[in-house]
Nanobody, 126 residues
């Protein structure tokens, strides 16, 4: 069992940057692959980015490639999502998630995750 708490959301203008953080409980943070998902009103939750347990295992949705960067600090039990060049279509509730699975097919899909945070609202105005 692991508890996840997101922070860093807010209201920004198009073109601005925002950094989200996700703090995890427990002493086995390095054993989990971590993911970020988002859900806009009237839409299903979608994959944004994921980072595996090993160096180099990082994946992004096509819609955020070149703009968002996911990273983790195992010493702080924290995963980050740096969001640059934000667009109005990025507006959504952003969720942090954790899984013990390791394949690309599982950690880039909603069904691959067992643990979820409560979400943090990101609103981008035009």
């Amino acid at each position: 069992q692991v508890q996840l708490v997101e922070s860093g959301g807010g209201l920004v203008q198009a073109g601005d940057s925002l950094r989200l953080s996700c703090a995890a409980s427990g002493r086995t943070f390095s054993s989990y692959a971590m993911g970020w998902f988002r859900q806009a009103p009237g839409k299903e939750r979608e994959f944004v980015a994921a980072i595996g347990r090993s160096v180099g295992n990082i994946y992004y949705a096509d819609s955020v490639k070149g703009r968002f960067t996911i990273s983790r600090d195992n010493a702080k039990n924290t995963v980050y999502l740096q969001m640059n060049s934000l667009r109005p279509e990025d507006t959504a509730v952003y969720y942090c998630s954790a899984t013990t699975l390791t394949t690309i097919a599982t950690i880039t899909r909603l069904g691959g995750y067992d643990y979820w945070g409560q979400g943090t609202q990101v609103t981008v105005s035009s």
